[in-house]
């Protein structure tokens, strides 16, 4: 869980919201595979340390290759509506592109968390790859060309968004079949580590890619992505147990249990609640400071600082995000956190400085990278594995949802209140939604109380 204060936005903002609750978790399946490795007997018969995660091959295969695959996804995401910018001069263009990238997001989400489930995941993180590179080529030859057609972007721009939704819900539920048990929190650690660092370096490469032609992003993402494609070439085994029972289940009825499980958590359907206000609070929460710089006589540039110190916050977060929740409850984690944003966002209604806004908003990031560690740590270890995808996808769903509501709510409230008065009434909405998190019965019953 963390703010959507990059300028492209992550809908990835509950994966740790999934495992809260395991009375009504669908039974996993028996173990055919490799799916979750353990420690192998040492000579005295007793159980060897595990190697640690930075000489676990098939792990650095697979966070480097992931790695590799988002960067250049980030810097697409920028790329897109500035190539048709450039290439068209219409901005109403520039923004179509950029809707039909992230479309996906709301549109795939369920029947991909199905899917990710049912298929083989090395498969389709391998599949989903070389699709991405063969879409960003497909992307840089048109461009090159000189006959840019707006209806073949959008249909690319809308393939590149699906199969980068299957291949992250891919990676993030193959994540325990090549990590053993205890090295779960390290392993979420570095995986939101290396997913604040790409979204804090591939903004800046796309946009900067983009003055030199804007075919240049996207030859840079066709290779990036087949170099990932050649890292998770060398990951070895499948990456989920086996499937039994799955092959003659309509999507339909898998999806409609995903459903159904998600619904009986108790604890987790309160904590996305208050995490669907949040994001949509920091959506707003953007384009109020956002505006409020520009009626300072700030510059773009300037917005530009205060989103990079954010992305840098929730890196150092991710950093340091096994250190809290070894020492902190779920409970006091988000409502500890929801209270921390609603008093970090005072400040902000007066601010125009951009340094001491970063600042704030470093601080907020922080938080928010805390929250992504300890999601990604409870969902490998308590969601089974025939449920994963279809729990990120439900997560990433809300998540992506609630931010879309922010920015039109917002900019409504700023045209009639103005940026100080907006913003104050943003952080008291925060407040409230701590309170009620303070005060939730599924909250103090706690993550494993007995569903209705």
Known sequence: MKPATDSVTDPAVLPWLLTEQRDDAVPDE????????????????????????????????????????????????VAYPLAVLWATRSPGDAGLVGTALLLPQLVVQLPGGALVDRWDRRRILLVTGLGQAV??????????????????LLAAAFVEGTLGVLFQLAER????????????????????????????????????????????????????????????????????????????????????????????????????????????????????????????????????????????????????????????????LVIGGLAVWALLMVPVAVLRDPYALGAIFALSGYVGGVFNVAGGVHLVRIAPDSMRGRANSLAMLVGGGAMAAGPVAAGFALEGLGPTRTILGLSLAMAVTAIAALISPALRRGPFAAAG
């Open 30 to 77: 028996e173990h055919h595979g490799a799916a979750e490795p353990t420690p192998k007997a040492g000579p005295d018969g007793e159980e060897a340390a595990p190697v640690p995660l930075r000489r676990n091959r098939d792990y650095r295969l697979l966070w480097g290759g992931a790695g590799l695959s988002l960067l250049a996804g980030r810097a697409t995401a």
């Open 173 to 332: 539920a193959a994540v325990p079949a090549v990590v053993p048990p205890e090295q779960i929190g390290a392993a979420m650690t570095g995986n939101e580590a290396r997913t604040r660092g790409a979204a804090i370096a591939g903004q800046p490469l796309g946009s900067g890619l983009v003055t030199l032609g804007a075919a240049f992003p996207f030859v840079a993402a066709a290779v990036g992505q087949l170099a990932a494609v050649s890292c998770l070439f060398g990951v070895r085994g499948k990456l989920q147990q086996e499937r039994t029972g799955t092959s003659g289940t309509a999507l339909a009825a898998e999806v409609r249990a995903g459903l159904v499980w998600m619904w009986r958590q108790h604890f987790l359907r309160a904590v996305m609640a208050a995490v669907a206000v949040s994001n949509i609070l920091f959506q707003g929460l953007n384009l109020a400071v956002m505006s409020g710089i520009q009626s300072a006589g700030g510059t773009e540039f300037q917005v530009g600082v205060v989103l990079s110190l954010s992305g840098a916050g929730g890196l150092v977060g991710a950093l340091s995000g096994g250190w809290w929740t070894e020492r902190l409850s779920m409970r006091a």
């Open 135 to 152: 879409v960003a080529g497909a992307v840089a030859a048109l461009l090159l060309s000189g006959h840019v057609r707006l209806w073949a």
